[in-house]
Nanobody
Framework: VQLQASGGGLVQAGDSLRLSCAAS????????MGWFRQAPGKEREEREF???????????IYRNSVEGRFTVSRNNANYTVYLQMNSLKPDGTAVYYC??????????????????WGQGTVVTVSS
């Protein structure tokens, strides 16, 4: 599975962005998908979980700080997963990565359980 994230940009606090992650390969519909972010100055090992969605989209989960503001969704027909981010805050500044996990949905929060990663898209939120 190859993943291509897009949609990042420079916005002001309170604005919205919609990230997209296009996948290649038919295994997309079998994958739990996750969004992670790496803040400036943090190492790869410090990437934090943002949101995840199960294979069919019936289950979603979020980190506490984005609950109610971010929405993850997917379209298995066009192999794409989305992250709608509303009411963005400056602490949301990071490189956002999408990732695919071919294991069970219960591993959705754990970056070390993901098999494929996109290249990242930069989100900068100014105050």
């Amino acid at each position: 599975v190859q993943l291509q994230a897009s949609g990042g940009g420079l916005v002001q606090a309170g604005d919205s962005l919609r990230l997209s992650c296009a996948a290649s390969g038919r295994t997309f519909s079998s994958a739990t998908m996750g969004w992670f972010r790496q803040a400036p100055g943090k190492e790869r090992e410090e990437r934090e979980f943002v949101a995840g969605i199960s294979q069919t989209g019936s289950n979603t989960i979020y980190r506490n700080s984005v609950e109610g503001r971010f929405t993850v969704s997917r379209n298995n027909a066009n192999y794409t997963v989305y992250l709608q981010m509303n009411s963005l805050k400056p602490d949301g500044t990071a490189v956002y990565y999408c990732a695919a996990n071919l294991r069970e949905y219960r591993w959705v929060r754990y970056p070390q359980k993901y098999d494929y990663w996109g290249q990242g898209t930069v989100v900068t939120v100014s105050s």
